[in-house]
């Protein structure tokens, strides 16, 4: 029997009188074939320690453990710390680490690892309130993460994987893409959670690229350009850069010699543009001294 057999969950939640917090993000994993392919998914072995990100009672840190190094549990809810250690008792490649994933110093913690010189990736059950902060969070601490294997709402999945010219497409597409090669791996029902979420799931697996997908001169402008160009998104591009970065005579004049370096027609959406055409903007945009 597994911790995800419903049975046992709801005999592990009745045992320790657990009630769920809405505000956690908690909707908990009751089917062991989908976990099986999440860890099929994330291709983990023994030469690989495992981040997880709300293990909740254990369902995935279970599957993980057995596959795994070491795995490394940050679960924020104080209640869950007595029942992972009577859940997952039988394992010694567990670090349950009671802190808000979004406040710990991970540079630090991954030293805390048996052998920190093995690969690590991040699999996980978001908490979906969070998903972009965390996923933020963790590439921003530059951290060479392999991979991240991580279930997330199906419409997010979709916004982090699009492609130009389509409606989910935006600039959390460019902040993630630029880092890592996404791929939606599996969509999942609401039906196998309890208590079951209202939307859709998808496992999405994003790979870190050797080398970032473009090149820039300034990395901190061209997620700035991204964002400003996606602001008010039925807006032409030119309307956005100008809101942006001022209507004077001069500031026109340079942005139109800009876009025109870049060889991007100014009436055009910010959805339009492909993210080496964006790279290609945001160093003419400094060229020109913005
Ligand atoms: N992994 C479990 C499963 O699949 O059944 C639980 C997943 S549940 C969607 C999300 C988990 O993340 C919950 O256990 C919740 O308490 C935890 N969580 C929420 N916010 C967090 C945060 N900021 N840092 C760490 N854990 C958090």
């Given at each position: 029997m597994r911790i995800a057999d419903y049975s046992v969950t709801?005999?592990?939640?009745?045992?320790?009188?657990?009630?769920?917090?809405?505000?956690?993000g908690q909707n908990?994993?009751?089917?062991?074939?989908?976990?099986q392919k999440i860890v099929d998914t994330a291709e983990i072995d023994k030469n690989t320690n495992v981040i997880e990100i709300g293990p909740g009672i254990g369902a995935l840190t279970e599957f993980l453990a057995e596959n795994a190094a070491e795995v490394m549990a940050f679960e924020i809810d104080d209640r869950l710390v007595p029942i992972l250690a009577d859940t997952l008792r039988d394992f010694d490649n567990i670090k349950v680490v009671n802190e808000d994933i979004l406040k710990s110093d991970?540079?630090?913690?991954?030293?805390?690892?048996?052998?920190?010189?093995?690969?690590?990736?991040?699999?996980?059950?978001?908490?979906?309130?969070?998903?972009?902060?965390?996923?933020?969070?963790?590439?921003?601490?530059?951290?060479?993460?392999?991979?991240?294997?991580?279930?997330?709402?199906k419409e997010v999945a979709d916004r982090i994987s699009a492609e130009p010219n389509t409606k989910a497409?935006?600039?959390?597409?460019?902040?993630?893409?630029?880092?890592?090669?996404?791929?939606?791996?599996?969509?999942?029902?609401?039906?196998?959670?309890?208590?079951a979420p209202n939307v859709d799931s998808a496992i999405l697996k994003m790979t870190r690229r050797e080398q970032s997908l473009v090149q820039v001169q300034d990395e901190d402008f061209f997620f700035h350009l991204a964002k400003t160009a996606f602001v008010h998104r039925r807006k032409t591009l030119w309307n956005n850069l100008t809101s942006r970065f001022g209507k004077s005579e001069e500031v026109k004049a340079k942005l139109e010699q800009a876009l025109e370096k870049a060889d991007i027609k100014p009436s055009i959406r910010g959805e339009a543009l492909s993210i080496s055409e964006f790279a290609k903007l945001a160093d003419a945009l400094k060229e020109a001294g913005f």
């Open positions: 709801r005999a592990i939640l009745d045992r320790h009188g657990f009630t769920f917090k809405k505000i956690f908990f994993l009751t089917d062991t074939n989908i976990l991970l540079q630090t913690r991954i030293k805390e690892f048996s052998n920190p010189a093995l690969p690590i990736k991040v699999v996980a059950n978001l908490p979906y309130y969070i998903t972009t902060p965390i996923l933020m969070h963790l590439i921003e601490s530059k951290i060479p993460f392999a991979e991240f294997v991580v279930m997330m709402q497409y935006g600039s959390l597409s460019i902040a993630v893409q630029y880092y890592m090669a996404a791929k939606l791996a599996f969509i999942v029902p609401s039906t196998v959670f309890v208590p």
